[in-house]
């Protein structure tokens, strides 16, 4: 289910909980669904990391799952930049 904050963004719940991220759209809520909780809780993670303050956007996951794609092709899990510090 998507949810919409009262302070701008949306959120999302899936089999009962959770799940990470503030949204920038409701379409970005939706592509969210598309994703892994360890991917959503990555990409979550970067932009609390990133100097602006702003939700994840639909771009934001494209470019999550681009980097991704191109890190397995060559052998990696997630991409060099990992904040999860696995592929480096």
């Known amino acids: 289910m998507i949810y919409e904050l009262g302070t ?6 899936n089999r ?7 949204y920038a759209t409701r379409a970005a809520a939706r592509y969210a ?8 809780s990555a990409l979550n993670d970067e932009r609390n990391a990133a100097p602006e303050d ?6 934001d996951l494209r470019e999550y799952r681009r980097r991704k794609e191109t890190a397995v092709a060559q052998g990696g899990v997630h991409y ?3 904040p999860q510090g696995c592929c480096s």
């Open 8 to 13: 701008g963004g949306f959120v999302i719940s």
């Open 16 to 22: 009962g909980g959770w799940l990470p991220g503030v």
């Open 33 to 40: 669904f598309q994703f892994s909780d360890e991917d959503l």
């Open 54 to 59: 702003r939700p994840i956007s639909t771009a």
């Open 80 to 82: 060099p930049e990992c």
